[in-house]
């Protein structure tokens, strides 16, 4: 793992620009089963009841790409390379017609996963991490990024609390790690989390606790939001706060 982590702590961390829009970019990072998207649900209602201009993006959802990656992972058939393409064009095009859009409107966009998302997984898969990076130039900074962070065992259980099976990429059976698809899960979230360890410090997460229970979690983010974010400028005119 030496390599990996050297090349990823030498790897800059990209600049903000300078502020060119009104809005406000929160993201939320973790591996799958940290309980990430339950939470920044709850923040989103949280906003929406309070009256903030807020607008929701998550990873893999644009509709020009989505159905291609489907049928990539249906047949099996994405390497790491094109897996890593897939996803930056997903991101791109959500950039330009949502994301971007929204921030120059005066929005709070709140992203499930975003360019961290594939920094760890593709640099799991061994792709170049000064190549990720620059391929993700043309997306703006966060203002706030929460990195949420659960035991492996913890993380499984709730996937597998929810659906029978593990898909075969999220359990990294296209790594050839394990024949065993718990096993193999364990070894690849265990690879993605250290890439997230990483980045947790030069990238400026804000750490969560994910073992801690629902409440105590949502309380501590909207504490951290209020205080890093100046939310007052996202009411309507004469609106609620």
Wanted: charged residues 25%; aromatic residues 10%.
């Amino acid at each position: 793992m030496g390599p990996r982590q050297s090349a990823t702590r030498n790897v800059r961390r990209p600049k903000a620009a300078t502020r060119r829009f009104p809005g406000a970019l929160v993201v939320v990072e973790g591996i799958d089963g940290s309980g990430k998207s339950t939470q920044l649900y709850l923040l989103k209602r949280w906003m929406e009841i309070k009256g903030y201009r807020v607008h929701f993006t998550e990873w893999n959802s644009s509709p020009i790409v989505r159905s291609a990656t489907r049928r990539g992972k249906k047949r099996q058939s994405l390497t790491p390379t094109t897996f890593s393409l897939l996803h930056a064009a997903d991101l791109a095009d959500r950039c330009e017609r949502q994301i971007l859009p929204l921030l120059h409107g005066g929005y709070i966009v709140l992203a499930d996963r975003y360019i961290y998302t594939a920094f760890a997984r593709d640099g799991a898969r061994g792709c170049d991490p000064a190549w990720i990076r620059n391929l993700y130039h043309f997306a703006p900074v966060p203002d706030l990024t929460f990195y949420f962070r659960a035991p492996l065992d913890i993380s499984l259980n709730r996937i597998l609390i929810g659906r029978p099976q593990l898909k075969f990429y999220e359990a990294g059976m296209d790594m050839r790690l394990s024949v065993d698809p718990v096993e193999s899960f364990k070894l690849f979230q265990g690879m993605i989390m250290e890439q997230y360890d990483l980045m947790a410090e030069s990238d400026g997460f804000v750490m969560m606790d994910a073992t801690l229970p629902m409440d105590k979690l949502q309380q501590t983010m909207r504490q951290i939001v209020q205080t890093r974010i100046d939310l007052p400028r996202f009411l309507p005119k004469g609106g609620p706060a």
